[in-house]
């Protein structure tokens, strides 16, 4: 009988330790968690600041190359304004372009026709050899 009772009184004891170890639990927890929490908040609002603080920089970026674009812009509308006003004016890159092509053309006008000729060119052979070997006899293939 002493050993039922002993027993009872262990899950007694192991239940009432259950429930007391879970409100100590929930007193500490509740105080944890409470800093957490505040940690966490104030981690989320770093964070935000830091990301404000990317932002602005990244908008002011984006604003500074947007004026440059619009000045680049507005420099090439005037450029396209100036050409519809002289007329589609040659650029003196075109003037050196085409002064350019009118001398290598007739250069190579000129080559051309002085390397057409109805004259075979010249042997330079000692001995002559081939078919400019210079015989005066006909070629039996010729003759009669």
């Known amino acids: 009988m002493e050993l039922l009772v002993s027993l009872a009184l262990l899950v007694v004891g192991v239940i009432i330790g259950f429930f007391v170890g879970r409100f100590v639990q929930s007193k500490q927890g509740s105080g944890n968690a409470a800093t957490a929490e505040q940690q966490v908040k104030e981690i989320l609002s770093q964070q935000a600041q830091h990301h404000i603080h990317q932002t602005r920089q990244s908008v002011e970026s984006i604003e500074s190359q947007c004026a440059?674009?619009?000045?680049?812009?507005e420099e090439y509308e005037a450029l396209l304004h100036q050409s519809d006003d002289e007329d589609a004016k040659v650029p003196f890159y075109g003037e050196q372009a085409t002064t350019y092509l009118r001398n290598n053309l007739k250069s190579t006008e000129k080559a051309k026709s002085n390397r057409v000729s109805d004259?075979?060119?010249?042997d330079f052979a000692n001995s002559g050899s081939g078919l400019f070997a210079g015989k005066s006899e006909q070629s039996t293939a010729e003759k009669p």
């Open 68 to 73: 440059t674009l619009r000045s680049q812009m």
């Open 119 to 122: 004259t075979q060119p010249k």
